[in-house]
């Protein structure tokens, strides 16, 4: 059984910083991307950031570029999203994704992961 298990979320004031964590197991992890989409009341979801396992390459939305960094542990089969100089904007669901290997025209689309986790609740007070 797959399982995307995210964590880590909660309340910071704007400027503050979180770190996300999805731990991913019941499938080959270094073999797959991970990413993170979030969604905010009425808004559309959107691809935050994303990692391709096995070679690293990493895809981020120019909302978060520089401040946003997401890596892997694969020996914890878990990647992080550590997320710094936080702005209330940035309050939303955020959501765990897997999927096979994709490109940086890709990972963004909410078509592309195989598996969703539960989300994790992010909220930057002003």
């Known amino acids: 059984e797959v399982q995307l298990q995210a964590s880590g979320g909660g309340l910071v004031q704007a400027g503050g910083s979180l770190r996300l964590s999805c731990e991913a197991s019941g499938f080959s992890f270094d073999d797959y991307a991970i990413g993170w989409f979030r969604q905010a009341p009425g808004k559309e979801r959107e691809g935050v950031s994303c990692?391709?396992?096995?070679?690293?390459?990493?895809f981020y939305a120019d909302s978060v570029k520089g401040r946003f960094t997401i890596s892997s542990d694969n020996a914890k089969n878990t990647v992080y999203l550590q997320m710094n100089s936080l702005k209330p904007e940035d309050t939303a669901v955020y959501y765990c994704?897997?999927?096979?290997?994709?490109?940086?025209?890709?990972?963004?689309?909410?078509?592309?992961?195989?598996?969703w986790g539960q989300g994790t609740q992010v909220t930057v007070s002003s």
């Open positions: 990692i391709n396992v096995r070679d690293g390459s990493t």
């Open positions: 994704t897997g999927g096979y290997p994709v490109t940086e025209d890709y990972y963004s689309d909410s078509e592309w992961p195989d598996y």
